[in-house]
């Protein structure tokens, strides 16, 4: 089973086990080794101390063989070697052996140490074995040994790093299972609430736990997520039921006018009756179109980008809009931003539109290039180029601003569907500013409404 199959808690727990496992081996070898060499530097001056006892007694030529022990519970393996090269005196354990050992000290130095594995020593184990020069009539060599120290230096000292470290990482793997099962109990009741959201009970959010952790920023990440789904799906729901409604509009016009007909087809004439459905046929097209562009902006579809004199796209879009009410142009020529002109024609006639449906006699275009303030709002680095379509009409209420701005909204005043509006050219002009990097506002006028774009500038 690959680790990645595991639970957290278990990767977790397994992991710091692991980890705290292999940090305690490392502690309890260097340990031992540190206690080792401390041991052999106490236990070869403990051997030394023997050969100098026996030294000091070769030196007043007291010797006796055997030689004596030092003590009854202390007898350390001794031989004497006299300048010959003959063991002269040992003790009882080394009666009759060879000289345990082969070198001497070196130069000025009158001691050395070393470790022979020898079969001269009755336990057949590793010595740490000193020699030392005593000069009388020659130099005589002393030699003196002990057992050399097993590596882990004494049994319960190896079995306490043992049973310590088998201790210690269950201790710490089980008190890390605990901590993770303990902080990913947020995030249980945080699935188990999302488990049982759906798209009939969107107003549900996660819980969100007291410490303020990164579960606690992850459940109020969610909850706004699970805000932003309720208000998409509010209104998709909107947008479905509008358009249905606006759709079933001009389809029941062009059944009722065609049964008409059938029932009574020798008194209509065929122009009559295509006069009568061309209206509904043009505001179908309409609505079909509107929406092929929103979901064209919706989904972020790339459009070819290049620099766009504002000026010269609006004297050709009012040129090629059939006007119902006078139109004054107050152009800034030289204006230009980077953009898509179609897209951009195609904002430009939705304001134009909207503004000659509900002005009562002018419509006002005004074109001119700001500085703008990178410090205060940096999608306008090299200036600003300002659209403003003003018309004289009624006007829209302040807390009504934004809400023009919804799909198949129409407001309940002079805004209203007798105008012939379907609700989309003001959502679809915005989107496009906002696609350009721009805004689309309503801004306070003296009379009527007032439009205006902001693009940033051309460089």
Not at 223 to 243: G, M
């Amino acid at each position: 089973m690959r680790l990645g199959n595991y639970s957290i808690r278990g990767r977790v727990a397994l992991f710091t086990g692991a980890a705290v496992g292999a940090l305690c081996v490392v502690f309890s070898t260097v340990l031992l080794f540190a206690i080792n060499r401390m041991a052999t530097q106490n236990l070869t001056k403990e051997v030394t101390a023997v050969g100098e006892l026996t030294a000091y007694y070769v030196d007043r030529g007291e010797i006796v063989n055997p030689l004596p022990p030092i003590s009854q519970d202390l007898i350390r393996p001794v031989q004497v070697v006299d300048p010959r090269g003959q063991v002269v005196a040992a003790t009882k354990d080394l009666q009759h052996q060879p000289v345990m050992a082969h070198f001497s000290p070196k130069g000025p130095q009158r001691v050395a140490s070393a470790v022979v594995c020898h079969s001269v020593f009755a336990s057949g184990r590793c010595h740490i074995v000193v020699a030392q020069h005593v000069y009388r009539d020659g130099d005589w060599t002393i030699y003196s040994a002990a057992p050399a120290l097993p590596f882990y230096v004494y049994p319960i000292v190896a079995a306490l790093l043992i049973g310590g470290t088998v201790i210690f990482t269950i201790a710490v793997a089980y008190g890390s299972r605990h901590t993770v099962t303990s902080s990913l109990r947020p995030v249980n009741a945080i699935r188990a609430q999302l488990d049982h959201i759906r798209s009939s009970n969107l107003r549900r959010r996660v819980p969100v736990p007291a410490a303020q952790d990164e579960i606690y920023l992850l459940a109020h990440s969610v909850n706004q997520t699970l805000d932003r789904l309720e208000d998409v799906l509010e209104q998709q729901r909107r947008f479905c039921s509008d358009a249905s409604h606006e759709l079933r509009s001009p389809i029941t016009a062009i059944r009722a006018q065609m049964e008409d007909a059938l029932l009574a087809p020798e008194d209509i004439e065929l122009a009559g009756l295509c006069n009568a459905v061309l209206p509904s046929v043009e505001r179908l097209q309409s609505i079909a179109s509107n929406l092929l562009t929103l979901t064209r902006l919706d989904a972020g579809l790339p459009c070819e980008r290049r620099a766009v004199d504002l000026a010269e796209l609006i004297a050709k879009e009012l040129k090629n809009h059939r006007m119902s009410r006078k139109v004054v142009q107050r152009l800034t020529p030289g204006v230009t931003v980077m953009g898509d002109q179609s897209r951009l024609g195609e904002l430009i006639g939705n304001l134009v539109q909207n503004a000659q449906r509900y002005a009562s006699s002018t419509v006002t275009v005004t074109l001119w290039c700001g500085d703008g303030n990178p410090a205060a709002d940096p999608r306008f680095p090299r200036g600003v180029a300002e659209l403003e379509v003003l018309d004289d009409g009624a006007g829209i209420a302040a807390d009504q601003r934004e809400t023009v701005f919804q799909r198949f909204t129409r407001l309940d005043t002079a805004r209203s569907r007798d105008a012939g509006g379907v609700g989309l050219g003001l959502p679809i002009a915005r989107q496009i500013a906002e696609s350009h990097g721009g805004t689309l506002t309503i801004q306070d006028s003296d009379r009527g409404a007032c439009f205006v774009v902001r693009l940033p500038l051309c460089s």
